[in-house]
């Protein structure tokens, strides 16, 4: 196996657009999502949102299928199947729930190809109701203000990175878009890859604090240039470890 862990962001990374926002506007509750808005942290908010489609007769199997039908990037399933099939460590790093990710990925048929889901916990309560918590407590003493106060993915990657090291894998790729991904990208260190969706929140973060990123840059605006890149990056890699086995020999 390859010694190359790829952490992909979830949301606007493997699916097109953010998932609390599909499953709230196909289920038709925006006006009530809009006005509690302003009134409580996003991920509290999605909590409560559950709530009222309970209330008003949405069940857990409605969410599921919403879910089913979300439009994915073009070329995502197969670039993750290739990086898989070359022996990478794929996980999630998330701000979405662990219902709408697994969901998802399961019925994308790529759900295995993941050896770690890291995202907001969900569950189905005894009423039928999904309930959905931080990943983090609120005070999870961050200094970087683009972290949410439900997750710092910077404390995932470094708690990754620590597992890693133990591992004996080398090197990482992160790929994301939005602003919670500006944190982890400032923990990649010298020898990994940082994948910014082009014009997305993140790639203006980093280009506008290169000199604080350590690891390589490489952005991507749409679902081919993430796979060229992508499968590009970790099969330079696999052939730079083979070329250093085989000086070692």
């Not at 089913?68 to 073009?74: A, D, E, N, S």
């Not at 996980?91 to 995202?119: P, Q």
């Not at 620590?162 to 990208?185: V, W």
């Amino acid at each position: 196996m390859a010694g190359i862990v790829v952490v992909f962001d979830f949301d606007k990374t493997i699916i097109d657009l953010d998932s609390d926002n599909w499953v709230i506007d196909e289920l038709g509750a925006v006006d009530l999502f809009n006005r509690l808005l302003p009134t409580m942290p996003w991920n509290s908010l999605m909590d409560r949102m559950m709530k009222e489609l309970h209330e008003q007769g949405k069940t857990i199997e409605d969410i599921e299928q919403v879910l089913k039908r979300v439009p994915v990037i073009p070329r995502v399933v197969p670039a993750i199947k290739a990086a898989y099939a070359l022996g990478c460590d794929l996980r999630i790093v998330s701000d979405a729930n662990v219902l709408y990710i697994e969901t998802i990925l399961k019925h994308l048929g790529i759900h295995d190809c993941f050896t770690e889901i890291n995202t907001n916990p969900g569950y189905v309560d005894e009423q039928g109701k999904l309930r959905i918590l931080p990943h983090h407590d609120f005070h999870h003493g961050c200094s970087y203000n683009t972290c949410p106060p439900n997750m710092c993915k910077g404390l995932v990657i470094e708690r990754i990175q620590a597992s890693l090291a133990k591992e004996g894998k080398k090197r990482m790729i992160y790929l994301g878009d939005g602003a919670g991904d500006f944190c982890p990208s400032l923990k990649m260190k010298e020898q990994d890859f940082v994948m910014p969706r082009k014009d997305f929140p993140v790639w203006k973060l980093i280009n506008e604090n290169r000199h604080l990123i350590r690891a390589r840059i490489h952005g991507w605006s749409d679902g081919e240039e993430q796979q060229h890149i992508l499968l590009n990056i970790i099969k330079a890699i696999i052939i730079e470890e083979n070329q250093f086995l085989s000086d070692s020999d």
